[in-house]
């Protein structure tokens, strides 16, 4: 069984185009994230939920926007694609940040030509 | 603002020695420092998590120092493998307590 599983594993797309990335966790935690892991491999926070809750909005353009339809998905929905936003997207969940460590997805590889 | 320094970007050594990564912090002082495994082509793993009250932390053949008067941690694999190659990344939760933010990473090559 997987922790937490996204969708797709490769994403090909324009410029221009809008994508999405799902994510789901079956580990029954509060807080989901998702972050960005660039071609320098530097892994950067980009949004927290807790409990469906925005609580991190990390300097991200607006283009993006997270969804939480429960507390056990998180989706990134990405606007009006850029070759900038080409990256690695890595969905994470865990307990309270003060009882232990992040889980990671295998990561969601966006490529924008 | 808070900074995490991962002071080498790459590691190599011969198996069976030793590796030591380095972890810095500055401006911050979080209650404890988390460190994860990251394969190519994976999403990163946890290993290990130490507290501002622990100086050491032992697991399998990892060891973790936590110095938080030099804002530092120290990463050891002992009698490393090849199959300890991979990047090794040092964590902290932000000041505001809501999410964890990552070094840079080191990977660390083990020749057999």
């Known amino acids: 069984d997987t922790a937490v599983s996204q969708t797709p594993k490769y994403l090909v797309t324009q410029m221009g185009n809008d994508k999405s990335i799902k994510c789901e966790q079956n580990?029954?935690?509060?807080?989901m994230y998702w972050y960005k892991q660039d071609s320098k491999k530097f892994l950067k926070i980009m949004f927290s939920y807790n409990n469906k809750e925005l609580i991190i909005n990390e300097t991200v353009p607006n283009r993006f926007s997270p969804k939480s339809p429960d507390k056990a998905h998180l989706n990134l929905h990405i606007n009006s694609l850029e070759l900038g936003d080409s990256a690695v997207y890595f969905c994470a969940s865990s307990l309270p940040l003060d009882t232990g460590e992040l889980f990671f997805g295998e990561g969601s590889r966006l490529t924008v030509l | 603002s808070q900074k995490i320094e991962q002071n080498s970007e790459a590691l190599n050594i011969q198996e069976g020695k030793t590796a030591t990564l380095t972890c810095n912090y500055t401006n911050y002082s979080p209650a404890y420092l988390q460190w994860y495994r990251q394969d190519p082509g994976r999403g990163p793993v946890f290993l290990l998590l130490i507290r501002e009250n622990e100086k050491e932390k032992r697991k399998e053949r990892l060891k973790v120092t936590f110095d938080t008067t030099l804002k530092q941690s120290l990463f050891h694999i002992t009698a490393s493998q090849p199959a300890d190659s991979a990047t090794y990344l040092c964590?902290?939760?932000?000041?505001?307590?809501?999410?964890?933010?990552f070094g840079k990473g080191t990977t660390l090559s083990v020749s057999s």
């Open positions: 580990l029954g935690h509060d807080t």
């Open positions: 964590a902290l939760r932000n000041q505001a307590g809501t999410a964890l933010i």
